[in-house]
C-alpha cells in the first residue's frame, strides 16, 4: 500500500555531487515510519547498506561512505535524503530507498522504491 518515490540519480563525473530523495506516498493514519534507510546495488555485487535513519539516534553509515554522504529527514516519516560528495566510480550502482515500521492494526511494515540509477564516470 506504501509506495515510495525516489529521484536525484543522474551522471556525474568523478569527485561530483549528487543529492538523492525519497518520499512516501500512500500512508494511513495507522501507518507509523520508523527508518529510512539508503540501499545501493553495484553491476555483480549484492545490495548494502549505504545509510539509515531512525526516528531517535544518530544516523549510521556504511565504512565506504562515510566523510563523504549525509543522510538526513525532515520527521520520523519522510522524506528522507542522501546528499553524496566526493563520488567515484566505485559508486556507480542503483541507490533504492527503504522503509521500516509499524501499522498500529497490521504489524510490522516495510519496502522498497523501485531504485534509481546512479553513474560516475572517471
Known amino acids: 500500500q506504501v509506495q515510495l518515490v525516489e529521484s536525484g540519480g543522474g551522471l556525474v563525473q568523478f569527485g561530483g555531487s549528487l543529492y538523492l530523495s525519497c518520499a512516501a506516498s500512500?500512508?494511513?493514519?495507522?501507518?507509523?515510519?520508523?527508518?529510512m534507510s539508503w540501499y545501493r546495488q553495484a553491476p555483480g555485487k549484492e545490495r548494502e547498506l549505504v545509510a539509515s535513519?531512525?526516528?531517535?539516534?544518530?544516523?549510521e553509515y556504511a565504512d565506504f561512505v562515510k566523510g563523504r554522504f549525509t543522510i538526513s529527514r525532515d520527521n520520523a516519516k519522510n522524506p528522507v535524503y542522501l546528499q553524496m560528495n566526493g563520488l567515484n566510480p566505485e559508486d556507480t550502482a542503483v541507490y533504492y530507498c527503504?522503509?521500516?515500521?509499524?501499522?498500529?492494526?497490521?504489524?510490522?511494515?516495510?519496502?522498497w522504491g523501485q531504485g534509481t540509477q546512479v553513474t560516475v564516470s572517471s
Open positions: 535513519s531512525s526516528s531517535g539516534g544518530s544516523p
Open positions: 527503504h522503509y521500516a515500521g509499524w501499522n498500529t492494526r497490521t504489524g510490522d511494515i516495510g519496502g
Open positions: 500512500g500512508l494511513s493514519i495507522d501507518d507509523s515510519i520508523h527508518y
